[in-house]
């Protein structure tokens, strides 16, 4: 009996440290570093500064086009929903007033109804996780030519749309050779916290501060039939903010390399002309053209944005 007793206490201690063990692992790992922390600074200067320019008139415009962008989210979550239960997407459109509609057949209404605010914000959550990384934010990227593409091919008989991601894409070409992608990094955490922050707005001022019959959540309302439009809105609001939180959590435990680490991989990663291991050199062309085109539709998105 003193052997059993002996073993069984050996065992309890065992189990102690442990759970002391792992409860300090995840301390260390959910605790920023000092390039973590200077991200989450970041992302803090984008949340105030886009909430003021938000409502200042004519400054507005500065952030107009991302405005946009986050809509083009909004509507590409409701087409790949809409593809993932077998609809038939016939179009998709923006127009000026930051508003946008994606026209389908069939699909499921009770998950492509939802599926503009939750995909928009989970993409926004996405693209803060890889605003923490270089490299990551370089896939971020790559993925989103992908979207893009599908979405000009949904769009393709809407300008504002082409105005859109021409001037994106110029604008991530341009970022991609600043400071060996640094520059892309933080311009990715800038279009995941807009996109995240114009999600959540959109859902009080549709659902939850003045009902909107034509919202999203209104529909769904009709079809459920259980909850009114404002309980809908409540509830996304609840998921977009989680997905928000998840975003900068997953994006401290999955990278934690130093600025200078980050640079390294970088380097090796798809780098931008002029790098050292670049392909080919850096030369003007390229930051003339990609700057003409973001420029350009910026120009073009500012002007639609004020008339």
Known sequence: MPFVEGLEERTFEHSILMH???????????????TQRNTLIVAGVYILVIGILWHVPYLDKIIYPFKLLTVGFHEMSHAFAGILTCARIHSIELDPDEGGVTRMSGGIPAITL???????SFIGACLIACGFDTNASKIACLV????????????????LSWVLIVGMTGLIILFWFVADAV???????????????????????DTIRRKVHTSDASAFADICGCCPS??????????????????????????????????AAAEKFLPGPGSA???????????????????????????????
């Open 20 to 34: 002391m063990l792992y409860a300090r692992d995840a301390k260390s790992t959910l605790q920023p570093n000092e």
């Open 114 to 120: 939802p599926a503009g605010y939750l995909g928009s």
């Open 230 to 263: 404002r309980v809908w809105g409540v509830i996304w609001l609840i998921i977009a903010f989680i997905f928000f939180g998840l975003g900068v959590i997953v994006g401290i435990i999955a990278f934690k390399e130093s600025t200078a680490e980050q640079k």
């Open 144 to 159: 989103l030519a992908v979207f893009f593409l599908f979405t000009l091919w949904w769009a393709r008989s809407n300008l």
């Open 183 to 205: 520059a892309l990094r933080y311009l990715v955490l800038f279009i995941g916290v807009m996109s995240c922050m114009y999600v959540l707005w959109d859902v009080i001022d």
């Open 277 to 307: 291991n670049a392909a080919f050199p850096l030369s003007q062309p390229y930051y003339v053209l990609s700057a003409s085109l973001a420029s350009a539709a910026y120009l073009a998105l500012g002007t639609l944005g004020m008339s």
